[in-house]
């Protein structure tokens, strides 16, 4: 019978090797989802712990990825750490790491060297390049594969300078790929009894974000338009105070965007169509200017309602008391040894039946470490 706080991977056990963002918050996905996840350190820690933060004494963005997670430190270079991390693989279902391609058969935790161990074992590797090819052992980083993949050139102005995407977006994204196979793995190992090697990188996330943009047919020039960006219109736009997004895409946007804004004569044929509208956005978006600017963007978010959608421009601290968010629940206490009491997101899903465990704070460095340790040394000796 599934307890009421036991979440669809409850019983899976996840050893998180990895650092920064996209492997440890991967393995957070995991958590999320019920998983008991231990992340294992050097003794120096993860080096997102010593990224800026006005938080003294911990990194904001550690304690955000890493939310869930059991906290040990294990020198992989030392023999006897080395045991225990065996030890902890016979017992787990998972391991996850993001070690360059070279590096895991130095420290002897390779997938052929682990399976044998546990030949039921999940091993996902996150690289920046994948697993083989010229580039393969090269450290990858979110901002380096964007701009190399091209999502920095089509995210600037077409007369201006390529422009990075903040936010870790390609992190995050290989982060969803990351729970994904893994979840995917265990569910074949269910049929199969086995255990597989699951590639994540970096390059096939930033790629894999482009996929609309990554199609080129027989006899198109190299030069195409692949921006997805209907333009004009939909768009971030001023108002009186602040700034509105605005996407009015299908016809009754459309039209309701006119309606409300009091411009019902450009419900015309000249702009019937998106494609028009980006065309003509010359003549649209100067007059839609003049109308926004007659209220506020908080009122005209108000004023379009349901019926054109928008947003005004918030900031990221508007969102731990904004309404929806509340009533969802994504927002949470957490207790931390170090930091004290924060609020922090809680969980990317929602299970009706099986919700999972509470989430709580990201670990201090070694916070679990003796109880971790005293468990590998008795499965090490058992």
């Known amino acids: 019978m599934v307890t009421a706080t036991a979440g669809p991977l409850s ?18 996905l995991l958590a999320d989802q019920g998983a008991d996840v231990i992340k294992i350190e050097p003794p120096a820690g993860d080096n997102l712990r010593k990224y800026p933060s006005t938080l003294e004494d911990e990194s904001r963005a550690f304690l955000g990825v890493n939310r869930s997670k059991i906290g040990v430190v294990l020198d992989l270079k030392d023999a006897g750490d080395h045991e225990r991390l065996i030890a902890l693989v016979r017992s787990a279902d998972v391991l996850v790491h993001n070690f360059r391609p070279s590096v895991p058969p130095r420290l002897g935790i390779a997938y052929e060297q682990l399976r044998p161990h546990n030949p039921r074992l999940v091993y996902c590797a996150v690289t ?32 201006g300078p390529p422009e990075i995407l903040y936010g870790s977006v390609v992190d995050y994204y290989a982060a969803a790929l990351v729970a994904g196979g893994i979840a995917s793995a265990l569910y074949e190992r269910e049929r199969s009894g086995y255990g597989q090697y699951v590639g994540v990188s970096l390059l096939r996330s930033a790629l894999a974000m482009q996929s609309a943009r990554l199609v080129w047919a027989d006899n198109e020039p190299r030069e195409v338009g692949r921006d997805m960006r209907s333009g004009g219109v939909t768009g971030i736009h001023p108002t009186r105070n602040g700034y509105l997004y605005i996407s009015a895409n299908t016809p009754h946007f459309w039209q309701a965007l006119c309606e409300r804004t009091g411009l019902p004569d450009l419900l015309v044929e000249r702009y019937d169509s998106v494609r028009k509208r980006a065309q003509y956005q010359g003549e649209i978006v100067p007059r839609l200017h003049e109308a926004l600017a007659q209220h506020t963007a908080l009122e005209w978010e108000a004023l379009f309602g349901e019926e054109v959608p928008c947003a005004a421009a918030r900031t990221v601290e508007d969102m731990f008391d904004f309404p929806q968010v509340v009533a969802q629940g994504m927002i949470g206490a957490f207790d931390h040894p170090v930091v004290g009491r924060y609020r ?31 468990e590998a040394d008795h499965l090490r000796n058992s």
Do not use: N
């Open 11 to 28: 019983g899976i056990r996840v050893l998180d090797l990895s650092a920064y963002i996209a492997g440890p918050y991967g393995c957070a």
């Open 128 to 159: 920046g390049y994948g697993e083989d090819g010229p580039l393969s052992d090269k450290a990858g980083y979110d901002q380096v594969l964007q701009t190399m993949t091209g999502m920095c050139a089509q995210q600037g102005a077409a007369d």
């Open 344 to 374: 922090g997101f809680t969980r990317a899903w929602v299970f009706g039946r099986t919700p999972g465990p509470a989430p709580f704070s990201a670990p201090a460095l070694d916070q679990h470490g003796d109880a971790v340790r005293a």
